[in-house]
């Protein structure tokens, strides 16, 4: 099944203690990208990757961390990790810009 | 700087049509992107438009008037499975720049 895949769905953590959060796609897309919704602020698009070593900041990079080693995943990473990045985290990826994306089924981050 | 404005709140009865306007202002424009997305939910793609004009896919359709920054998603014959949230989202760059609006949640009543 094609599909997007994001790991943990859910995590309590605390401050600082660094975090990964991974994502793999099946589908061989190129274009992998990740999000943060909050309420009110709708999906604000944290890093994005056009291929393979080939990665750029969205809106909200601060914080946060990406890299794309491969082309199948896309990790998240939180070196050290505020309350303030507690959220709910979207992975997605395209083959190209009139596919449209598809998400993971998200992970809900709490940082105490 | 870049926006995009969409109602937040839309309501309607099932068998109705509803649509939800998008405007926005991008530094690029390559395309406009709708999602939907229900509670709890990942967003999931709705349709695509990168040249003027109307795009139907079943009961939904979906139009851009580049000339305007303005489009728009049309739901026609609404059932109670529709009410969730409405994104619209701008490809502002070649490759994967998407930005999103605050979402507009419908409400399908009986």
């Known amino acids: 099944e094609a599909q997007v895949t994001q790991n943990p769905r859910y995590l309590i953590t605390v401050t600082g203690k660094k975090l990964t959060v991974t994502c793999s796609q099946n589908?061989?897309?190129?274009?992998m990208s990740w999000y943060r919704q909050d309420p009110g602020l709708g999906l604000r698009q944290i890093y994005y990757?056009?291929?393979?070593?080939?990665?750029d900041k969205g809106d909200v990079p601060e914080g946060y961390k990406v890299s794309r080693k491969e082309k199948r995943n896309f990790p998240l990473i939180l070196e050290s990790p505020s309350p303030n990045q507690t959220s709910l985290y979207f992975c997605?990826?395209?083959?190209?810009?009139?596919?449209?994306?598809?998400f993971g089924s998200g992970t809900r981050l709490t940082v105490v | 700087g870049q926006s995009l404005e969409q109602p937040s709140e839309v309501t309607a009865v099932e068998g109705a049509i509803v649509q939800i306007n998008c405007t926005y202002q991008?530094?690029?424009?390559?395309?406009l992107s709708w999602y939907q997305q229900h509670d709890g939910g990942a967003p999931t793609f709705l349709s695509y438009n990168a040249l003027d004009g109307l795009e139907e896919t079943g009961r939904f359709s979906s139009f851009l008037s580049r000339s305007d920054s303005y489009g728009y998603l049309l739901l026609q014959e609404l059932q109670m499975k529709d009410s969730a949230s409405y994104f619209c989202?701008?490809?502002?760059?070649?490759?994967?720049?998407?930005?999103f609006g605050k979402g507009t949640t419908l409400s399908v009543s009986s």
């Open positions: 989202a701008v490809n502002n760059q070649a490759g994967t720049a998407l930005i």
């Open positions: 589908m061989n897309h190129e274009y």
């Open positions: 990757s056009m291929n393979v070593e080939v990665t």
């Open positions: 997605a990826s395209s083959l190209s810009l009139g596919d449209g994306y598809t």
């Open positions: 991008t530094s690029g424009f390559y395309g």
